[in-house]
Nanobody, 118 residues
Framework: VQLQASGGGLVQAGGSLRLSCQAS????????MGWYRQAPGYQRELVAA???????TYADSAKGRFTLSKDNAKNSVNLQMNSLKPSDTATYYC?????????????WGQGTQVTVSS
């Protein structure tokens, strides 16, 4: 599946951004959708993810500030980011992991840049 990410940009500290990710086709029933980020010199890390059953996981750094939501009908996932900090500056990647017959298909979006100025 192809993932189209959008919504990144430049914002001042304390501001908000909303990232959106749209899948090009229907996603398998057993899936996990989410957002990862990677800052220069750092490994890619999970920001937030949601299972097909609706269970959501957040990185400690995102808890209380970020909200992940999914629209199953539209095969999309959105990340609302509030109270942004300069440490949130990174390239954000949409991801979906689909499981079928014991096999996992791992798909990534192209990345969208988020820059938070102090």
């Amino acid at each position: 599946v192809q993932l189209q990410a959008s919504g990144g940009g430049l914002v001042q500290a304390g501001g908000s951004l909303r990232l959106s990710c749209q899948a090009s086709e229907s996603i398998l029933r057993d899936n996990v959708m989410g957002w990862y980020r990677q800052a220069p010199g750092y490994q890619r890390e999970l920001v937030a993810a949601i299972t097909s059953g609706g269970t959501t996981t957040y990185a400690d750094s995102a808890k209380g500030r970020f909200t992940l939501s999914k629209d199953n009908a539209k095969n999309s996932v959105n990340l609302q980011m509030n109270s942004l900090k300069p440490s949130d500056t990174a390239t954000y990647y949409c991801n979906v992991k689909e499981t079928s017959l014991g096999r996992i298909r791992d798909s990534w979006g192209q990345g969208t840049q988020v820059t938070v100025s102090s």
